[in-house]
C-alpha cells in the first residue's frame, strides 16, 4: 500500500524466514490470460488509484505495485479511459449514480464491477458527529475551500463562465459548519477538479443520504425540485436563477440542521452508504493530493519502492468478508497517502493506522488527514480515530505493538521481492490468533504442508484462502484478479506438534 525502502537488514524476528519458494501455476479460467500483466506500474497518488496513462488519481489501497525486476518485461499499460489523468473527482463517483444521461455535469465513473455493493452491519457504529458543547458552529478553520483549489490554478488552468452567472457561490452542508466558498468557474481540461459539478452532485448526495424520504422529495423531486432548478440555471446561464436556487437550498439545510433531522437520520443508521464514503474521500483527495501529484510519479521500477492502488469499492469489499467493525483495529502495511486508512475510519468508524516510509507519499497523507478531520466535519459525521505513521514497518516499534492487537491487516504486496514478504511473515508471528491479513499475492506456498523440515516457518501459523476481485478494482490494470485472505491460527501446528510426542 504505499512506496517502500529497499530491502531493508536487520530483521528483528524470532524465527527465521524460510528461502523463498518458486512455484508456477496454471490456472484454467478466463481471467488468466487477461491478468499477464497484473502489475503493471502506475505512479499512483497516495492511495487513490494510480494513473494509466498520465498520472490519475482515484481512490483505493496504495501499496508499492509495480514489475518486479525478476518480472518479465513490461507489458503495454491497459488503455486508459478518459482522455488525460489528473485530479479525480469523477474517478471516485459511485456506481450507483442515476442521474440521466443527459446532464453534462455527470461523466462515466470508474467502477469496480460487482454484481451488488455489501457492507458491513455495524450495529455499534455511530455516525453522527456529537454537536459542539457551545452549541456554534463547529471547527473547520483547516479546510480546503473548493474556491482555493481553482484559485491556485485559475488563469491557467480554469476558464470564467458566462458573465450571467456569479463569479462564486456558498454551499451549506448537513452540520453548523460555516458553508464551503466556491469559485464558479470551469476546468479547461474534463479531468481537472470541476467545482461546478462538485456543487450540483453535494447537492444531491446530502438530501439522498440524510433525509428521509418524506423530506428529500422537495430537493430531488424529478419535476421540480432543487437540485433540477440548479442545474436548470446552470444550463441557461442564468444567474439569478442559480444564486436563487443555491440560496433555496442552503436555508433548506439550515432548516433541517437546526430542526435535528439529519441528526435524527444519522442516529437511526450504523452504515454509512459506500457512494457518500466515496464523494468525501473525493473532495478530500482533490483539495490534497490532486494538487500535489507529480511528487508521487518517482518511483523505482524493480524496487518494492513502486506504487499502486486498490480502489474503494475493493476496499469495502475487503471490508465486509474481514468483518471489520468499529470496535475492531485496522492497519494498512504501506499506506502511501492514507486513502486506506481513511476510508476505514469514515466507512467503518475503527481505530485505524497506516505506516508508510516514502517521505513524499508521507508529506501528502499528513495533508490528507488534516483536510480529512475538518471535512467530517463539515459532513457532521464521526470517524474512528486516525494515525499515520512515518517510517519502515518492519522497524517501526508502535507499529510492532499495535500488530500484537490488529484484528485487520492490509498489505499490497503485488510488486514487493521475494525478500520483503518473507521478512513480513516474520512480523505476523506477534499477530494475534484469528487476526485477518489480505494480500495481493499469498504469503503461503501452494499446496503448503508441515513437515519436520519446515516445522519453524512462519507460514505454518497462516491458514490462507484465494479470492476474486472484479475489474477495475485496482489501479495498474482494468482487468480481474485474485487476493488472498490468511488468518493466523495456531491450531494445525499445534496439533502437528503434539502428534510428534
Same mark, same amino acid.
Given at each position: 500500500m504505499g512506496f517502500f525502502d529497499h530491502l531493508q537488514t536487520g530483521a528483528t524476528a524470532a524465527i527465521k524466514s524460510q528461502p523463498p519458494i518458486i512455484r508456477q501455476e496454471v490456472t484454467k479460467t478466463n481471467t488468466t490470460r487477461q491478468r499477464s500483466n497484473p502489475q503493471q506500474p502506475v505512479a499512483r497518488s497516495a492511495r487513490l488509484a494510480p494513473p494509466r496513462g498520465p498520472l490519475r488519481p482515484s481512490l483505493g489501497s496504495g501499496r508499492s505495485t509495480s514489475?518486479? @525486476?525478476s518480472s518479465s518485461t513490461p507489458q503495454k499499460p491497459t488503455t486508459a479511459r478518459r482522455k488525460k489523468s489528473t485530479p479525480l473527482p469523477a474517478l471516485l463517483k459511485s456506481s450507483d449514480d442515476d442521474s440521466s444521461g443527459d446532464d453534462p455535469d455527470r461523466r462515466p465513473l470508474k467502477k469496480c464491477k460487482s454484481s451488488s455493493v455489501r457492507q458491513v452491519r455495524n450495529p455499534n457504529r455511530r455516525l453522527r458527529a456529537e454537536p459542539k458543547s457551545s452549541g456554534g458552529a463547529n471547527n473547520t478553520s483547516s479546510l480546503v475551500h473548493a474556491a482555493d483549489i481553482a484559485a491556485s490554478g485559475a488563469l491557467s488552468r480554469y476558464v470564467a463562465l458566462s458573465d450571467n452567472l456569479p463569479k462564486d457561490l456558498t454551499l451549506q452542508y448537513p452540520s453548523k459548519s460555516l458553508p464551503e466558498r466556491y469559485e464558479l468557474v470551469r476546468p479547461k481540461d474534463k479531468d481537472d477538479f470541476d467545482p461546478i459539478a462538485e456543487i450540483v452532485e453535494v447537492a444531491q448526495v446530502v438530501p439522498r443520504y440524510y433525509l428521509k424520504e418524506k423530506h428529500a422529495d422537495v430537493f430531488l423531486d424529478e419535476s421540480s425540485s432543487i437540485y433540477r432548478r440548479i442545474k436548470r440555471a446552470l444550463s441557461q446561464d442564468s444567474g439569478k436563477d442559480l444564486h436563487a436556487a443555491v440560496a433555496e437550498y442552503n436555508a433548506a439545510i439550515k432548516k433541517h440542521v437546526d430542526q435535528g433531522t439529519f441528526a435524527e437520520k444519522l442516529n437511526s443508521i450504523? #452504515?454509512? =452508504?459506500? =457512494?457518500l464514503v466515496e464523494q468525501i474521500l473525493t473532495q478530500i483527495y482533490a483539495r490534497t493530493v490532486s494538487p500535489r501529484v507529480d511528487s508521487l510519479r518517482k518511483y523505482e521500477n524493480g524496487t518494492d519502492n513502486v506504487y499502486g492502488e486498490l480502489l474503494p469499492r475493493f476496499v469495502s469489499k475487503i471490508f465486509v468478508e474481514t468483518g471489520l467493525t468499529s470496535d475492531k483495529i485496522f492497519v494498512d502495511l504501506g499506506s502511501g497517502v492514507g486513502n486506506v486508512v481513511l476510508q476505514a475510519a469514515l466507512e467503518i468508524g475503527c481505530e485505524s493506522w497506516g505506516c508508510e516510509v516514502m517521505e513524499n507519499a508521507c508529506e501528502l497523507a499528513t495533508l490528507q488527514e488534516r483536510e480529512f478531520q475538518a471535512r467530517c466535519q463539515l459532513w457532521g459525521l464521526s470517524t474512528g480515530v486516525v494515525h499515520l505513521e512515518r517510517g519502515d514497518f518492519l522497524t517501526n516499534t508502535l507499529?510492532? %505493538?499495535? /500488530? %500484537?492487537?490488529?484484528? #485487520?491487516? /492490509? #498489505?499490497n504486496n503485488q510488486a514487493f521481492t521475494p525478500e520483503l514478504n518473507d521478512r513480513l511473515t516474520n512480523l505476523f508471528l506477534?499477530?494475534?490468533d484469528g487476526c485477518q491479513i489480505v @494480500? /495481493?499475492? @499469498?504469503f503461503v506456498p501452494h499446496d503448503h504442508k508441515i513437515t519436520s523440515r519446515n516445522i519453524n516457518s512462519p507460514v505454518?501459523?497462516?491458514? #490462507?484462502?484465494?479470492?476474486t476481485y472484479f475489474s477495475n478494482c485496482v489501479s495498474w490494470t482494468n482487468a480481474p484478479g485474485t487476493y488472498f485472505l490468511a488468518r493466523k491460527d495456531s491450531r494445525k501446528l499445534k496439533a502437528f506438534m503434539k502428534g510428534r510426542k
Amino acid at each position: 500500500m504505499g512506496f517502500f525502502d529497499h530491502l531493508q537488514t536487520g530483521a528483528t524476528a524470532a524465527i527465521k524466514s524460510q528461502p523463498p519458494i518458486i512455484r508456477q501455476e496454471v490456472t484454467k479460467t478466463n481471467t488468466t490470460r487477461q491478468r499477464s500483466n497484473p502489475q503493471q506500474p502506475v505512479a499512483r497518488s497516495a492511495r487513490l488509484a494510480p494513473p494509466r496513462g498520465p498520472l490519475r488519481p482515484s481512490l483505493g489501497s496504495g501499496r508499492s505495485t509495480s514489475l518486479s @525486476s525478476s518480472s518479465s518485461t513490461p507489458q503495454k499499460p491497459t488503455t486508459a479511459r478518459r482522455k488525460k489523468s489528473t485530479p479525480l473527482p469523477a474517478l471516485l463517483k459511485s456506481s450507483d449514480d442515476d442521474s440521466s444521461g443527459d446532464d453534462p455535469d455527470r461523466r462515466p465513473l470508474k467502477k469496480c464491477k460487482s454484481s451488488s455493493v455489501r457492507q458491513v452491519r455495524n450495529p455499534n457504529r455511530r455516525l453522527r458527529a456529537e454537536p459542539k458543547s457551545s452549541g456554534g458552529a463547529n471547527n473547520t478553520s483547516s479546510l480546503v475551500h473548493a474556491a482555493d483549489i481553482a484559485a491556485s490554478g485559475a488563469l491557467s488552468r480554469y476558464v470564467a463562465l458566462s458573465d450571467n452567472l456569479p463569479k462564486d457561490l456558498t454551499l451549506q452542508y448537513p452540520s453548523k459548519s460555516l458553508p464551503e466558498r466556491y469559485e464558479l468557474v470551469r476546468p479547461k481540461d474534463k479531468d481537472d477538479f470541476d467545482p461546478i459539478a462538485e456543487i450540483v452532485e453535494v447537492a444531491q448526495v446530502v438530501p439522498r443520504y440524510y433525509l428521509k424520504e418524506k423530506h428529500a422529495d422537495v430537493f430531488l423531486d424529478e419535476s421540480s425540485s432543487i437540485y433540477r432548478r440548479i442545474k436548470r440555471a446552470l444550463s441557461q446561464d442564468s444567474g439569478k436563477d442559480l444564486h436563487a436556487a443555491v440560496a433555496e437550498y442552503n436555508a433548506a439545510i439550515k432548516k433541517h440542521v437546526d430542526q435535528g433531522t439529519f441528526a435524527e437520520k444519522l442516529n437511526s443508521i450504523h #452504515v454509512l =452508504p459506500l =457512494p457518500l464514503v466515496e464523494q468525501i474521500l473525493t473532495q478530500i483527495y482533490a483539495r490534497t493530493v490532486s494538487p500535489r501529484v507529480d511528487s508521487l510519479r518517482k518511483y523505482e521500477n524493480g524496487t518494492d519502492n513502486v506504487y499502486g492502488e486498490l480502489l474503494p469499492r475493493f476496499v469495502s469489499k475487503i471490508f465486509v468478508e474481514t468483518g471489520l467493525t468499529s470496535d475492531k483495529i485496522f492497519v494498512d502495511l504501506g499506506s502511501g497517502v492514507g486513502n486506506v486508512v481513511l476510508q476505514a475510519a469514515l466507512e467503518i468508524g475503527c481505530e485505524s493506522w497506516g505506516c508508510e516510509v516514502m517521505e513524499n507519499a508521507c508529506e501528502l497523507a499528513t495533508l490528507q488527514e488534516r483536510e480529512f478531520q475538518a471535512r467530517c466535519q463539515l459532513w457532521g459525521l464521526s470517524t474512528g480515530v486516525v494515525h499515520l505513521e512515518r517510517g519502515d514497518f518492519l522497524t517501526n516499534t508502535l507499529i510492532a %505493538q499495535i /500488530l %500484537q492487537r490488529a484484528d #485487520v491487516v /492490509l #498489505v499490497n504486496n503485488q510488486a514487493f521481492t521475494p525478500e520483503l514478504n518473507d521478512r513480513l511473515t516474520n512480523l505476523f508471528l506477534d499477530l494475534k490468533d484469528g487476526c485477518q491479513i489480505v @494480500s /495481493l499475492k @499469498s504469503f503461503v506456498p501452494h499446496d503448503h504442508k508441515i513437515t519436520s523440515r519446515n516445522i519453524n516457518s512462519p507460514v505454518n501459523l497462516l491458514e #490462507v484462502e484465494m479470492k476474486t476481485y472484479f475489474s477495475n478494482c485496482v489501479s495498474w490494470t482494468n482487468a480481474p484478479g485474485t487476493y488472498f485472505l490468511a488468518r493466523k491460527d495456531s491450531r494445525k501446528l499445534k496439533a502437528f506438534m503434539k502428534g510428534r510426542k
